[in-house]
């Protein structure tokens, strides 16, 4: 059975820094990409990143790049979104999730359709 599993969520101030992790089981993360998105209730959804460990590469969306790192430990077959420099607009609901392919499909926003997510975890950037 798929199961994804969101945690690290929390209230940071601006500038700040968040360890988004996301356990998988019933799936190996080895042979299956598995991406982030974002959503605020009103507002569209919003792709944040993608790792494919298969492809060997990782993708993010522009309003990330140089501050958030996703990444994944074997052992534990747990992704991470290491976010840095947190800003206000940040703030949402993050979910990992995975269609049981190889690579990543793009654009990454596509994974709010993905067979599998986890619950999400709130993050909010606020001062």
């Known amino acids: 059975q798929v199961q994804l599993v969101e945690s690290g969520g929390g209230l940071v101030q601006p500038g700040g820094s968040l360890r988004l992790s996301c356990a998988a089981s019933g799936f190996e993360l080895e042979y299956n990409s598995l991406g982030w998105f974002r959503q605020v209730p009103g507002k569209e959804r919003e792709g944040v990143a993608c790792i494919s460990t298969v492809e060997g590469k990782t993708y993010y969306e522009d309003f990330v790049k140089g501050r958030f790192i996703i990444s994944r430990d074997r052992e534990k077959n747990t992704v991470y979104l290491q976010m840095y420099n947190l800003k206000p607009e940040d703030t949402a609901r993050y979910y990992c999730?995975?269609?049981?392919?190889?690579?990543?499909?793009?654009?990454?926003?596509?994974?709010?359709?993905?067979?599998?997510r986890g619950q999400g975890t709130q993050v909010t950037v606020s001062s």
């Open positions: 999730a995975t269609d049981l392919r190889q690579r990543c499909i793009l654009p990454l926003h596509i994974a709010g359709e993905f067979r599998y």
